[in-house]
C-alpha cells in the first residue's frame, strides 16, 4: 500500500514536472516541418520561468474569481493527471474517479476558465468564453460516447479495469476501438485547442477561442494556466494511451516492469507529438462554425463504434 | 479635354494627366459627368494659397475664380484619358466647395480630412465628423494652413468620437484597438455584432497621423524624395517615384532613360516583395504556418539580393529627384534573373499546395464579398478593386516610361473575395517576374541621374505611380525658393478603407482579420 502511495505521488509529480516537455516536443517537431529552426525543447518551462518571475497586473474589476480560477484550474488538470494511468495501472488514486467523473473534471476546469474570462468584462473575454462553450458542449458527449465504447468491451467505465483488459489479457482486436480513437483524437484536438479547431499561436484577437479567455492574465496566473494547458495535453495522450495503447503500462504491483513502462510512454509520447505537429502542419484553422460538424463527426464515429461493438463483439 | 459631350477647360499636363481650374459649379459638373463616364475620384485635397501673388496662382492654367489669395479644393479623377487634376480658388474667409461624397463615395473621408486639416468645408455634405482630428489640436485650430502656429502646445481634452450605434434585441458591440495583440498599426474597430455575425463595422483612424503634409512645408527637394517614400514603407519605391516624377514635372526637366527603366525595375521588386508577404500572412491567418513560413523564406531572400545588389532591403532612397542613386551592373542583372527564376518556379509549387488544400479554399472563397457592382459605385481601387472586377492598372492602361514598351498584362478577377485578391496576387508576381527579367534584358545603357533644372518661379507637378496597393498620387507645388511649398501624398487605402467596412459584413467575427489582411491597406499612407 505504501509503495502504491509513493508511486502514485511519483507518477503525478512525474506527469506535472513532464507535461511541458510534452509541448516543447510538439513545438519542436512543428518548427521542423515547416522549414525553421525550432526553439529547444526546454522553452515551456523557461516560458514558465519568466512568467513566475513577473509581477501580476490585474484588472480592477476583477472579483476574487479571477484570481482564484487559475489555481483551480491546475489543480483539476493535476488531479486528472494523477486518475489516469501513465507508468503503473490500479493505483490508489484511480478508484477515486472514473471515465466519467474525469470527463466532470475537465469540465469543472473549463466551467471556472469561462468564468473568469467573463468576471472581467472584456469582449475578447466573453468572446471566447462563448466560443469555448460552443465547442465543449458537443465534445462532452463525443468524449462520453468513446468512453462508453471502450467500457462496453471492459464492462466497467473504472480505467484501470479498461487498461487491464486491453493490456493484460489475451490479444484480441476490437473493430471499435477503432472507429472510438479517431473520435477521441478528434476531440482532443478541440479540447486541446489545437489546429484545426484553434490555433495556439496566433494574435489574432478576434479569432481566438482559448487565448480569447485568458488575454487578461498575467505572471503567476498565467503561467499556471500555460501548465495547466501542457498538462491537459499530456493527460489527453496519457488517457489516449491508455485507452488505445496500453501494452507497456504496469500492472499492479509489477514493480520491475516501471523501467520498460517509463520506455514505452515516452516513446509513445514521443511518436503522438509528432504526429500531432504532423497533423497541425498540413491543416488550416477551419472557420469556426465548421467546429460543430467536426465535432459531429467525433460524435458519429464514437457511436458507430458503440454500435459495431454490438454487431461484431458481442 | 472631352468628357461625356463636353469640352473640359483642362490642357495636357505632362504624359496622362490633364490640369486646370475652375468654378466650384464647373467642378461638381465635370464630377458627374466622369461618374457617368465610369471614372472614378482618386484624390481630394486641399491647400492654402493665401501667401502666394495672384498671379502665381495661374500657373499654369488662366485662373477663372475672381477670388485670389484664398484656399484651393484640388481634385484627381480618373477617366478614360487620364488623370484630371482639377482645382478651384476659394475664399480665404469661410471655404467652401459643394459636397462629392454624393456622387463618389470615397470622397467622404477625405472631405473630412481636409476640413480637419485646412478648415475647407465640404457644404452639404452628410457626414461631416471628425477624421483626422483626435486630440492633438482643438475643433477651430487648422494645423495644415500657413499661419498655424507649430510652438502650441497640443491640447488633452479628446471630444468622443460619434460611432454609429446599431440598435437591437441581442447586438452588441466589440471594439478592437487601437492597441492590438500582434505587431500591427493601430486602428480601431468598432463591431456591432449579433452572435458571431457581422451587422456592422466602422473603422476609425488616423492614430498614426505624424503632419507628414505640414513637415513637408519648406523642404529641400532632395530631402522631400526621403520623405515622400516614407509616407508608408511598404510602398517606398511608389512614393518616392510618384513624388520625383511630380517634381521633376514641375521642374520641366526629364530623367536619363536608364534611370526610368531602374525606377520601374524597383517598382516591380517592391510589389513582388509586398505580395509575397501578403500571401504568406494569408496563410498564417488560416493557421496554415507552413504557407506562412515558406513564403516568407522567399522574401526574406528577395530582400536580401536587394540588399546585395542595391544597398537596401526595401530599396530606400534608392530613388532621387532627376534619376535614381544606384545602378545595376552585369553580374547583378544575371543574378536577379536568377532568383527571379528561381522565385517563380517555388511561387508555382506554393500555389499549388494553397490550391489544393481544401480547408484553406473554404476559408478563402466567399469570404469578405465585394461584388463588382459595390465596388463601382464606392470606387474599390487597386489590387483589392482589380480582384471586384475593377480593371483599372496605370501601367496597362496609363503607361509611362518604361512600362509602354513593356506591355503590361493586367490580372482580374470577377469574385471579389478572399481568394479573389490571393489570386490577383498570385498573378502579379508571375507578371511583376516576367518584366524583371525582361527590363533586364532590355536595361539601356546611359547615365542614371540628370541635374533638375532650378525652378525661377512657382510650379507645380504631380506624379502618378501604379503601386503595389493601387495607384500612388502625389501632388507638389513648389515655391519661388526652390523649395517645396505644398505636398500632398495620396494613398490608395483612402478609397479601400470604406470597403474593408462593407466586404465584412454579414461575415462572422473571426473571419475579419483574414479579409483586413487580404485588403492589406496602410495605416500611415492615410493618416498621414
Redesign the interface.
Known sequence: MQAGILLQLAQTLLAILLAPLLMGWVNQC?AW????SAPPITQPYRTLRKLFHKDAVIAHTASPLFRFAPYMIFACMALAAGIVPTLANDLPFSPAADVIALVGIFALARVFLALAAMDIGT??GT?GARREMLVSFLAEPALLMVFFTASLISQSTELPVIVDTLAHQEFAIYPSLAFAAVAFWMISVAENAR??VD?P???????MIHEAMI?EYSARHLALIEWAVALKLFTYSALGIALFLPWGIAGQGELGMLPLALVAMAGKLLLGGAVLAFLE??????????APEFLGTAFLLAVLGMLIHFLLEV | MKIGDNDWNLAPFGQHVWRGRMETGQLLALARAVKEAGGQLVALWGSDDRHLAPDTQAQPAPLASRERGGFSIHVALLTGSGLAWASCALPADAPAYPDLAHIFPQADRMQRATFDLLGIRATDAVDDRKWLRHGAWPADVFPLRKDFDPGRPPTRDTDAYPFIRVEGEGV?????GPI???TIEPGHFRFSIIG?RVLRLEARLGYTHKGTEKRFEGMDLDTGAKLAGRVSGDSHVAYAWAYCMAVERAAGSGVPERAAWLRALFLEIERVANHLGDLGYL?N??????G???FW?LKEDWLRLSAKLFGHRYLFDRIVPGGVAVDIGDAGRAELAAEADRIEAEVRSLKAIYDE?A??Q??FANTGIVKPELAARLGLTGLAGRASAQAWDARAQFPQAPYDQLDVGMATHRRGDVLARAEVRFAEIHESLRLIREMLKRLPAGAIRAPLAPAAAVCEGLGWVEGWRGEVVVAVRIGADGRLDRVHPHDPSWQNWPLLEVGVLGN??????LINKSFNLSYSGQDL
Not at chain 1, 516541418?33 to 525553421?36: D, E
Not at chain 1, 499561436?201 to 479569432?207: F, S
Not at chain 1, 502542419?281 to 465548421?290: E, H, N, P
Not at chain 2, 491567418?285 to 507552413?290: H, N, R, T, Y
Open positions: 512543428r516541418l515547416q522549414g525553421r469582449s475578447f468572446l489546429i484545426p490555433n499561436a496566433t494574435h489574432l484577437e478576434l479569432t488575454l502542419t498540413v491543416s488550416a484553422k477551419v472557420r469556426l462554425f465548421r | 452588441h458591440e466589440i471594439p478592437v492590438h495583440a500582434g458571431e496563410g491567418d488560416v493557421a496554415l504556418s507552413f506562412f513560413m515558406q523564406r488544400h480547408t484553406l473554404d476559408r462572422i467575427v473571426p473571419d475579419f482579420p
